[in-house]
């Protein structure tokens, strides 16, 4: 299994939006660092879901329910989805300023590349987030 980071503007498409829609294709991607990732993506893989923009927090995990294909809201075939179903939203939020505090996530691609939004996480890292979010 491995794990990941998706990033999402809440105003655009946010928490909330999730778990009404259930379960939705992550699209509009347009950075080959960032669909690479998401083509690596498998069934079962888990994935922190994360505001940013003016939130800058993980809000919950998700699960990847689909594995990449053609982005349909392009005729570009660069660009692809997945598509992920929501598995909890956590107790706390997790901001970026929790993340950078804590030494043990200081070689984290969120604090390394804050701009990617896909992007994956180490097993441990994932685990102390979720700790985080679930105290």
């Given at each position: 299994?491995?794990?990941?980071?998706?990033?999402?503007e809440?105003?655009t498409y946010?928490?909330?939006?999730l778990?009404?829609?259930?379960?939705?294709?992550?699209d509009?991607?347009?950075?080959?660092?960032?669909?690479?990732?998401?083509?690596?993506?498998?069934v079962?893989?888990?994935?922190?879901?994360?505001h940013?923009?003016?939130?800058?927090?993980?809000?919950?995990?998700a699960k990847?329910?689909?594995?990449?294909?053609?982005?349909?809201?392009?005729d570009?075939?660069?660009w692809?989805?997945?598509?992920?179903?929501?598995?909890?939203?956590?107790?706390?939020?997790?901001?970026?300023?929790?993340?950078?505090?804590?030494?043990?996530?200081?070689?984290?691609?969120?604090?390394?590349?804050?701009?990617?939004?896909?992007?994956?996480?180490?097993?441990?890292?994932?685990?102390?987030i979720?700790?985080?979010?679930?105290?």
């Open positions: 299994m491995n794990y990941w980071l998706m990033k999402s809440p105003n946010s928490w909330d939006n778990v009404k829609d259930k379960r939705t294709h992550w509009g991607v347009r950075n080959y660092q960032a669909s690479n990732n998401m083509k690596e993506m498998k079962g893989d888990l994935a922190l879901f994360y940013s923009v003016n939130d800058k927090c993980v809000v919950g995990m990847i329910v689909k594995e990449f294909y053609q982005d349909p809201t392009t570009d075939d660069r692809v989805v997945v598509e992920i179903e929501p598995v909890e939203k956590f107790k706390r939020e997790v901001t970026l300023a929790d993340v950078k505090a804590d030494s043990r996530l200081s070689e984290m691609v969120l604090v390394k590349n804050s701009r990617l939004s896909v992007q994956p996480v180490r097993k441990e890292e994932f685990d102390i979720v700790g985080k979010g679930n105290e």
